[in-house]
C-alpha cells in the first residue's frame, strides 16, 4: 500500500531545477586554437528546452568561437557536442543547419537585393508541383509569399507588411527581423544568434527582443550573444560568462545583479 514515496517526492521536488533536465544542445570541454592564440580553453554548455541562454563576456572572450563551434562555422579541435543526446559533430554551417541549429550570425546574412520571401526561403527553395516543378524548376513564388506572410504574423512581425518589398529598402532592424524570422521559420531545434542588436536603435532592438521571446514562447530555446546587461537581463533565463577562452560562471538574473555580472566578467569578481 505504501508507494515508494521518496523517490516520487524527491522527481517533483526536483522538477523545477534546471540541470535535472535533458539539455537539447550539449558541448563538453570544447578546446578551438588558432595558431597560438586559444580561442576556447575546453567549455563546456548546456541549453535546456524552451529557455533563453545568453552569452556574455568582453572582446575577444570567445563568445563568437563558442558558438561557431555550436553551428559548423568553425570545428573544435577537441571537445564533445551533443544534441539531444547523441554525439554529433559538424564540419560545415550546412550540417548544422540540417540537424535543425539555426544561426544568425553577427555579420548579417540577408541578401538585400532579393525580396522579404526570398530571404525567408533563401536555399530552400520551394518548386512549382507536377513537370513546371520538377522539370522546368519553377519556383513556387505565390506559395511562398504567402507561407512568408503567414510566419512573420505568428512571430507577431507587424512593421514588415510586404513580403515582395526588397531587403535593401528595409530599415536595420527590420533586416534583422528578416533574418531571426528566417532563422525560426523552418522547425528549427535550437536559433543561435550572435550579437542581434548591435547595431540597431533602441525600437529596433526592442523589437528583436520581441522575436527572441515569441520563439520562447513557442517551444525554441535561443542562444543569444549580446553585450547590452539590460538585454541580457530582460530576456535570459540563465546568463553563461565567457572570460579568457573560459567559463568564468552561469548565473540567472535572479542568482545575479548586473553589477555583478559584469565583475565576473571582467575577473573582478569570481561567482
Ligand atoms: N579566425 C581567427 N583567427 C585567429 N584568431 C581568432 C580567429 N577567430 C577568433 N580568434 C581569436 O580568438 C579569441 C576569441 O575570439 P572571439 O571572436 O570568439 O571573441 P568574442 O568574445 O566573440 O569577441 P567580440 O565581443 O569582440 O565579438 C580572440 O583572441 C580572437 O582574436
Ligand atoms: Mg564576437
Known sequence: MTAPASRSASASASAHDVDTRAPILEAR????????VVGLDGVGLKLY??????IIGDNGAGKSTLVKCLTGAEVPDTGELLLDG???SFKRPQDARAAGIETVYQTLAVSPALDVASNL????????RGILGSVFRMLDTKGMRAKAGRELAELGISTLQDVTVPVENLSGGQRQAVAVARAAAFGSKVVVLDEPTAALGVRES??????VKALRERGIPVIIISHNMPQVFEVADRIHIQRLGKRAAT???QSHSMTEAVAIMTGAQTA
Open 251 to 253: 548565473i540567472t538574473p
Open 29 to 36: 570541454r570544447l578546446v578551438k586554437t588558432y595558431g597560438r
Open 49 to 54: 528546452p524552451g529557455e533563453v541562454l545568453a
Open 86 to 88: 547523441r554525439p554529433v
Open 121 to 128: 526561403f533563401l536555399g530552400r527553395e520551394e518548386r512549382k
Open 206 to 211: 526592442n523589437q528583436v527582443l520581441e522575436l
